[in-house]
């Protein structure tokens, strides 16, 4: 059973058109919960951890919000630049340090 | 900014030979770990290194692979007897601390003929 599901598999945006992607996670404990942003033939690129639901975080247009079974990832006013692939991925209680990711949404923002 | 580097950024192998990929991990980070990720598909685990040993390991982590941190800076995966499936991106990470956020590396692109 896949513990990160991420959904859409793929988005359009226009520029300046707001969304959100959602990445819902059945770990039984969740220890922490990340974004990471990845382009093209690239390593993931760490945007943001949240530890507990109710957290929030903030980063330029990018606000990553969590509840107890899914995280959202807000993208206000995307621009050509934010094009890439989200990640997310979970940490879970008991079961060491590695990362279960998802299989992520990639993002294209159309000028 | 602190970076995690790789080298080499690609490797082209023949099967059955054995690879050597390198990291140099940030320097006050003290957990190190190996991911890859086939063409397509999700980033998966390998290993995760703490304190100068093996803390935990995939079921794709077997026999056929293994780390080193042969000095203070380095961070090693050697996979022996390359397998046509062992094609794929590998990255290295680090963290300062195991409930944060890793900082990948570039990635290593393997390619095993």
């Known amino acids: 059973e896949d513990q990160v599901t991420q959904s859409p598999e793929a988005l359009r945006l226009q520029e300046g058109e707001s969304s959100s992607l959602n990445c819902s996670y059945t770990v039984s404990g969740l220890r922490g919960l990340f974004w990471y942003r990845q382009d093209p033939g690239k390593g993931p690129e760490f945007l943001f951890t949240?530890?507990?639901a109710g957290e929030e975080k903030e980063k330029e247009r990018l606000k990553a919000t969590l509840t107890k079974k899914e995280s959202f990832l807000h993208i206000t006013a995307p621009k050509p630049e934010d094009s890439a692939t989200y990640l997310c991925?979970?940490?879970?209680?008991?079961?060491?340090?590695?990362?279960?990711f998802g299989t992520g949404t990639s993002l294209t923002v159309i000028p | 900014e602190p970076e995690v580097t790789q080298t080499p950024s690609h490797q082209v192998t023949q099967m059955g030979q054995e690879v050597i990929l390198r990291c140099v991990p940030i320097s006050n980070h003290l957990y190190f770990y190996w991911y890859r990720q086939i063409l397509g598909q999700k980033v998966e685990f390998l290993v995760s290194?703490?304190?100068?040993?093996?803390?935990?390991k995939s079921e794709i982590f077997d026999d056929q692979f293994s780390v080193e941190r042969p000095d203070g800076s380095n961070f090693t995966l050697k996979i022996r007897s390359t397998k046509l499936e062992d094609s794929a991106m590998y990255f290295c990470?680090?963290?300062?601390?195991?409930?944060?956020?890793?900082?990948f590396g570039s990635g290593t692109r393997l390619t095993v003929v």
């Open positions: 990470a680090s963290s300062e601390r195991s409930n944060y956020g890793y900082t």
């Open positions: 991925a979970v940490q879970e209680l008991g079961t060491g340090n590695q990362f279960y």
């Open positions: 949240l530890y507990s």
């Open positions: 290194f703490y304190n100068n040993e093996i803390s935990e």
